[in-house]
């Protein structure tokens, strides 16, 4: 049974309409990025082990990934859920929170309810 402060976030809408660039500038990493064009690098926000710019942001695709000590990757969920230290599904619900989206009522099979 569904209680009344169930939240309800549509994975993909979600990783459509906000970018990882506006993710990371909700960190203050945007001006961290260097490069052109859609790839561009930083020092890895998650485990901030070296100066090399190992922490690679593709902004066509919308993903991210490490090729330093963490090895981790993925979309603007997983980037948050590792910032945080929480699920995937409380970083859904953290995302649409600062981006406020107007998301159909639907529960397709990427929706979560928490």
């Avoid at 203050?28 to 020092?43: A, D, F, M, P, Q």
């Avoid at 922490?55 to 603007?76: E, H, L, M, Q, Y």
Wanted: proline share 3%; hydrophobic share 40%; glycine share 6%.
């Amino acid at each position: 049974m569904r209680k009344n402060n169930d939240v309800f976030v549509d994975y993909n809408l979600l990783k459509t309409c906000v970018s990882i660039v506006m993710v990371l500038d909700h960190y203050g990493w945007v001006r961290e990025l260097k490069g052109t064009g859609n790839t561009v690098r930083s020092i890895c926000p998650i485990h901030n082990g070296s100066n090399d710019k190992q922490f690679v942001v593709n902004i066509r695709n919308n993903t991210w990934c490490c090729f330093g000590d963490c090895r981790k990757g993925g979309s603007i969920l997983e980037l948050v859920a590792e910032l945080e230290k929480i699920e995937i599904r409380e970083a859904a619900v953290r995302i649409a929170s600062w981006f406020p989206l107007s998301l159909p009522h639907s529960s397709a099979r990427s929706s979560i309810v928490m």
